[in-house]
């Protein structure tokens, strides 16, 4: 996913990687996973990494969203990823 999210230029990159990489090995293969998904595909000196923060996308629902009278609801019931 590539969205834009500002007016100076500043985008936001998300993409999925191998499991179990250190933060080290995800840093040292942005610049080929950049020039392989974008447009033209540009070198490191091209473009500025602002902000590097790899995470874990997980999805949990509780098992049963009513019980009697108590209801979970929005965020109560599920987790949402950072997207």
């Known amino acids: 996913m590539v969205a834009r ?3 100076d230029g500043l ?5 999925g990687e ?9 840093s040292e293969r942005l610049p080929s996973k950049f020039k392989a998904m974008f447009p033209g595909h540009p070198d490191p000196e091209e473009y500025r990494v602002v902000n590097f923060s790899p995470y874990k996308v997980h999805q949990r629902l509780a098992e049963k969203l ?6 979970l609801a929005a965020d109560a019931a599920h987790l949402c ?3």
């Open 11 to 15: 985008w936001r990159v998300t993409y």
């Open 18 to 26: 191998i499991p179990g990489l250190t933060k080290e090995e995800l």
């Open 5 to 7: 999210i500002s007016n």
């Open 66 to 71: 009513r019980v009697g009278r108590f209801l």
């Open 81 to 83: 990823n950072p997207l």
